[in-house]
């Protein structure tokens, strides 16, 4: 017997296989790290090969995946339906060049389906046809392409779109206004001491104050308007539509109250100023850089002065309504300082001119200017809210002089208290009332609170639970100015009203037209045929009151009886008054007394 033994240097072949090995196992690494599933499918469409990616796109693990058709994931790729060959299907969806991409749909373990994006190419390992395919999850690449959009144009702190896309608004805004008309208004605005506040405050309450400025100014944009953050504690905000530079200063100062509110620090308020510089449209410039370069002018040209908070690239815009606002403090400053006053005017009963009451008319007695009417403060005061505090201080003053009319002996006597429409719409104002009637203990029905239309024509609901909450306390309600607005005596009816006050204009005209005496006559008809009163405003000659005695009018107010006086003078006029009070006859209408 003999042995043969025959023996083979492996040494080659094992290294080889470990090179292909080592090679296979990089390959599946590098395939591992793409982030686009790799599958390989052979005609049929049976899953041949995976890599990680396909785990996280699908979740499926690849044991479970592997082996099954394409179809699982990709149903659209069902083979089955069709000829069998995935090849076919390849050239009759994407044409005949495989390879192309294209959208498909893919489909979960959980069930949910998703765009993905497939490119396939042909593979060829020895006579097997066998395909690879790349597939890009396209939800996921969407979500990432808006994140970096909205990245490129938001500040990511306070989420307020960013200076490029404040440019590309305000073109549209100004491009909008060139064709529809409107003014638009470009406003940049600077936190006064924020740095100082972030500094000893810290980074966060730092956030916390520009995240919370970017809400008040986001949600004061207006229709169409953009606020945004242009640079560390510097705003911006476009306003467009516009009528005109009234409505432009109105909105200034409106944001700038907006901004002016305390924050809320870590459980204590703070007071940061805001500065502003204001450029608008046309008037400032065409261009919408011009417009946010011109408002950072203003900006910058106010952090130079030491007081101003406001500055428009025009400076007499920002004469008029730093003007106001000097106004609005000084009010402010004056209600403190009890500069504020009541002048009485006197009204009398037609009938026998026997005095009936009078009219409360506030003045301010200021220490420079001396006595200013409220035709010069009233109107700032109403917008700016100042009239709430002014109009309390007016009620309960009014009510202390009645008392003190009272305690002399002057009994009987009616005190007229102009209410404005923005008090009139506080809640809170029944109330108040009450509270001044009851300080002064005086009768309720003594108190005649004027009114006026307009405020009586707004929301019909609310106004009428205010008028019978008012009503209920037993003062009366008079309406002021009657005629001006565009109520009808009809409309009013079903309000708990006492008295009309006919305007000024209508008895200014009963000795010009006859028009004047016709419409006078028809408001005192009409207001009796409704059980209401009647008074007429600003009667300063004979001849009117003598007409409106003839229509049958029940009181008159004006300067043929007597001006508004102040309290001590109101009081000796009363005592003069009443040991010369005529009877009516004495008038003569023509005007020769
Ligand atoms: P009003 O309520 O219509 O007050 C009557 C105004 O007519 C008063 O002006 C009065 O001085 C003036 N007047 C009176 N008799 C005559 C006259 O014979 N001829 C002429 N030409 N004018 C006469 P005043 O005091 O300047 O008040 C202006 C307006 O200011 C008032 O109009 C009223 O709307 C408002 N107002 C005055 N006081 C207050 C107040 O305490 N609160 C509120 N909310 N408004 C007030
Ligand atoms: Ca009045
Ligand atoms: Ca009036």
Same mark, same amino acid.
């Not at 990709?74 to 083979?79: G, M, N, V």
């Given at each position: 017997p003999a042995v043969l033994l025959v023996g083979r240097d492996t040494t080659e072949v094992t290294a080889a296989m470990r090179a292909l090995a080592a090679r296979e196992h990089r390959i599946r690494a590098i395939m591992d790290t793409v982030m686009d599933g790799i599958v390989t499918i052979d005609e049929e469409g049976t899953l041949l090969n995976a890599n990680l990616s396909v785990e996280r796109i699908f979740g499926y693990s690849l044991t479970e995946v592997v082996g099954s058709n394409i179809a699982t994931l990709? *149903? $659209? /790729? $069902? @083979?089955r339906q069709r000829d069998g060959s995935i090849y076919n299907y390849l050239a009759n969806s994407f044409g005949t060049v495989i390879g192309v991409g294209a959208e498909v749909m893919g489909l979960r373990k959980d069930g949910a389906s998703f765009p993905v994006h497939l490119s396939v190419s042909e593979l060829r390992v020895e006579k097997r046809r066998l395909f690879t395919g790349t597939i890009r999850d396209l939800s996921e690449n969407r979500q990432l392409a808006q994140r970096v959009d909205y990245l490129a144009n938001h500040d990511p702190l306070t989420d307020l779109p960013n200076r490029s896309l404040l440019t590309e608004r305000l073109d549209q805004a100004v491009t909008h206004a060139r064709e529809a008309g409107g003014l638009v208004a470009v406003m940049v605005a600077d936190l006064d001491g924020f740095t100082t506040v972030n500094d000893s405050l810290g980074h966060e309450s730092g956030n916390l104050i520009l995240r919370e400025t970017a809400r008040r100014l986001a949600q004061n944009t207006g229709a169409g308007g953009t606020a945004a953050r242009l640079a560390g504690d510097e705003f911006a905000l476009v306003v467009r539509g516009l009528a005109d530079l009234a409505e432009v200063g109105r909105t200034v100062e409106h944001i700038r109250d907006v901004l002016a509110r305390p924050y809320m620090i870590q459980g204590t308020e703070l007071t940061i100023a805001a500065d502003m510089g204001i450029a608008v449209y046309p008037r400032d410039g065409e261009q919408p850089l011009d417009l946010l370069r011109n408002a950072e002018v203003a900006l910058h040209s106010v952090k130079r002065l030491a007081d101003a908070q406001l500055g428009f690239f025009d400076t007499s815009m920002s004469f008029a309504v730093t003007e106001r606002l000097t106004l609005e403090r000084s009010i402010k400053a004056a209600l403190d300082a009890g500069q504020f006053e009541l002048f009485f005017q006197p009204q009398v009963r037609l #009938? $026998? /001119?026997?005095? &009936?009451g009078a009219e409360a008319l506030i003045r301010w007695r200021h220490p420079e200017l001396g006595v200013i009417t409220p035709d010069k403060f009233i109107p700032v005061a109403e917008e700016t809210g100042l009239i709430v505090p002014v109009g309390a201080w007016v009620l309960r003053s009014a009510c202390r002089h009645l008392r003190q009319w009272n305690d002399l002996g002057l009994s009987g006597l009616r005190m007229g208290v102009n209410i404005s429409g923005r008090q009139f719409r506080e809640n809170n104002l029944p109330d108040l009332v009450a509270e001044a009637i009851a300080e002064e203990s005086i009768d309720a029905a003594a108190l005649d609170l004027e009114l006026t239309e307009s405020m009586l024509m707004a929301d019909g609901e609310g106004t009428l639970k205010m008028l019978r909450a008012l009503a209920h306390l037993g003062v009366a309600l008079s309406i002021d100015d009657? #005629? @001006? #607005?565009?109520?009808s005596l009809a409309y009013l009816k079903? /309000? *708990? &009203?006492?008295t009309i006050k006919i305007d000024r204009a209508f008895v200014r005209d009963l000795d010009q037209d006859e028009d004047g005496r016709v419409i006078a006559n028809a408001i005192i008809s009409l207001a009796h045929s409704l059980s209401m009163k009647t008074i007429a405003e600003g009667v300063e000659s004979e001849t009117q009151a003598a007409m409106l005695a003839r229509y049958g009018c029940d009181e008159i107010q004006g300067y043929l009886i007597g001006r508004p006086l102040p309290a001590a003078d109101f009081l000796s006029f009363v005592g003069k008054y009443e040991s010369l009070a005529r009877p009516l006859p004495q008038l003569h209408e023509g005007g020769e007394t």
């Open positions: 990709l *149903p $659209d /790729f $069902d @083979t #009938g $026998d /001119f026997r005095l &009936v009657f #005629g @001006t #607005g565009y109520s079903r /309000f *708990p &009203v006492n």
